[in-house]
């Protein structure tokens, strides 16, 4: 692949020079020493907390720690839970990316159950005779859809890291599917958003419409078909969704429809353990994702770039200029390098060196926006938050940062006929026409390029932050936002905002192109909005904002807070 733009080595030239005289200089840009590891910390909260996007799947881990299960227990019953309950935003059709510490030895490790491109991935599918993006082909039906990681990471997690079997952890969300639960405000709404497209294909509308449809607000939904198959997940483990009588329906259903997975796809899927990203700030240990998410490079590069500044003393105006510097070179550098680890060969030293991040720093002007044109470009829509973050801390003190995905609302809208699972759209979020912006308005280079088996880039990074005496299990869905939403969350804790003020924290989002800053109505007040206009910014008001679910344990007093997102109607954080 190709590093080199010209402007990247003058760049480049100038951090090295930069970066040698700060590190000369007592390096304003390292990693503070001392930062606090929670491996060495002998404690244990005694109790658990959870926060969910929603009540049942809360509490549907809140039942697994009751019967003796542990967190990681706990994370597959929620995340299987939300597949019933929360379509919309992940599922067994999907995927999902975790960041687990397991207390008794301080061991950190990173869960990808990614979904990958089928062997037959052919970028011309995703094209219009014209050359354009076919959004459809990329955005709904079969062939938009990845082969999904969901139940193989629950699999993997259950056996490498619970205490129960995965029979005793899906036992409440196939209760669910099977028993029915009340459709929430927010599922009828993304129904109706749907319809026509759920209508498109039977057992889609099958499912999800009733005479054609969506099932009203308040309404006792039933899920049979993701009953069973959840049932022989629970039985067989994960070898019947890849290699029994699942995958043969999965893959007969996409065949029939136009799509182009084999059996072979499903049969060589295999969910993966990665070393996470470790990130010292202020103090604090940051733990979250590795590609292929981009969050945890990204989050790195603009924690790095920050640590040089003394943002304390700044006005609003003044911080937020710094950080959306700092979040349009971290964009820049997402689009360009990033990709799956197991394809391409990232740069990840010099993304994650702190004098990178200086030379990077010294390009921020005082008081200036630096206009994203003087680096290549693209454009973005608003779209709506799908994809759900769960957070957990169990009694013994492991915890579990969980962002679940079927990528845009109700994935690709097509359920498999015979298994009752939504697949994903995760397919759009490869970079699948040169130059042209994905749903999120991410743009990518040729290591986001789809290739058989490889896995798409992804936004999502679950974290856990460890500082002296607290600790927070965050996270949040948002598309290309959940980096920025995310890297806020982390710094309000570090402020030391609550979990229920970090949860409802007014947000904002910059990712390079394009270059505008997104803004939540009430982020900012009348004086700082002028300020930030004279520098140069462009604000734009964005509606929506990701579903962030955080637990945070105060280490000193022992006490474990759970906050849900208040923007979601049907969250619930609860301590149990
Ligand atoms: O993996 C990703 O980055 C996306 N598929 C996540 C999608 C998402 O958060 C949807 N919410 N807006």
């Known amino acids: 692949m190709k590093f080199s733009p010209r402007w990247r080595v003058i760049w480049l030239s100038l951090l090295l020079v930069c970066g040698a005289a700060f590190a000369a200089d007592g390096a304003p840009g390292q990693a503070p020493a001392g930062a606090v590891r929670l491996g060495q910390v002998a404690q244990r909260p005694g109790h658990a907390a959870i926060a969910s996007a929603n009540f049942h799947a809360t509490q549907a881990g809140l039942d697994v720690l009751a019967k003796g299960g542990n967190a990681f227990d706990a994370a597959v019953a929620v995340a299987a839970a939300l597949s019933v309950v929360e379509p919309e935003s992940s599922g067994l059709g999907g995927g999902f990316m975790a960041v687990l510490h397991r207390a008794s030895d301080g061991h950190d490790v990173f869960i990808d159950a990614r979904e990958v491109a089928p062997a037959a991935v052919d970028s011309k599918d995703y094209l219009n005779a014209d050359g354009s993006p076919n959004r459809d ?18 699999a ?13 952890s899906l036992a409440p969300a196939i209760r669910l599917a099977r028993d029915g639960f009340r459709v929430d405000s927010r599922l009828h709404d993304e129904m109706v958003g749907q319809q026509k497209d759920l209508a498109r294909w039977p057992a889609s509308a099958a499912k999800y419409l009733v005479n054609g449809q969506p099932p ?18 629970a039985k067989h483990g994960d070898s019947d969704f890849y290699r029994g009588a699942t995958a043969k329906k999965l893959v007969a259903a996409v065949r029939a429809a136009g799509g182009n997975w084999t059996l072979a796809d499903l049969a060589s899927y295999r969910a993966k353990e990665r070393t996470p990203i470790s990130i010292n ?21 603009i924690l790095n770039i920050l640590s040089g500044f003394d943002m304390s003393h700044l006005d609003q105006a003044h911080r937020v200029h710094l950080m959306v510097e700092a979040m349009r070179r971290a964009f820049r550098d997402h689009n360009d390098y990033l990709g799956d680890p197991d394809f391409v060969k990232m740069p990840l030293d010099m993304l994650l060196s702190p004098y990178y991040a200086d030379g990077l720093r010294q390009s921020i ?18 779209p709506g938050m799908h994809t759900t973050h769960f957070s957990i801390i169990d009694a013994d003190g492991n915890m579990a940062s969980v ?19 939504l697949l994903n759209d995760e397919m759009d979020d490869f970079a699948l026409v ?101 520098m140069g910014y462009t604000l734009k008001q964005r509606a929506s904002w990701g579903f962030m679910n955080v637990v945070t344990w105060n280490r000193k007093t022992n006490q474990l807070d759970a906050a849900s997102d208040p923007r979601h109607p049907s969250g619930l954080g609860k301590v149990q």
């Open 137 to 154: 082909a990329s955005l709904k039906g079969p062939l938009s859809a990845g082969i999904p990681g969901e139940p193989a990471g629950l």
């Open 365 to 382: 002007l005082a008081d200036r926006a630096t206009p994203s044109s003087m680096l290549p470009a693209a454009s973005a829509g608003e």
């Open 216 to 233: 009203s607000e308040g309404a006792v939904w039933r899920d049979p078909e993701q009953a069973r198959t959840l049932e022989l997940l």
């Open 156 to 168: 993997l997690i259950a056996r490498r890291y619970g205490r129960l079997s995965l029979k005793q």
């Open 403 to 421: 962002t679940s995905t079927v990528n845009y609302i109700m994935g690709s809208t097509f359920v498999a006929a015979g298994t009752g699972v």
């Open 281 to 301: 700030y202020r103090g604090y240990h940051i733990i979250t994702a590795p590609p292929p998410s981009s969050g945890g490079v990204a989050i790195a590069e």
């Open 434 to 534: 040169p130059g042209k912006p994905n749903v999120y308005g991410l743009l990518g280079s040729v290591a986001n390029a789809p290739k058989p088996g490889k896995r798409m880039l992804s936004s999502m990074s679950p974290s856990i932050v460890i500082g002296p005496h607290s600790t927070a299990v965050i996270g949040s869905p948002g598309g290309s936002t959940i980096i920025t939403q995310v890297l806020e969350g982390i710094l309000h804790f570090i402020d030391g905002e609550s979990a229920q003020q970090i949860v409802a924290h007014k947000r904002f989002h910059h990712q390079y192109m394009p270059d505008v800053v997104a803004v939540e109505a009430g982020t900012f007040d009348p004086a700082t909005s002028a300020e930030l206009s004279r």
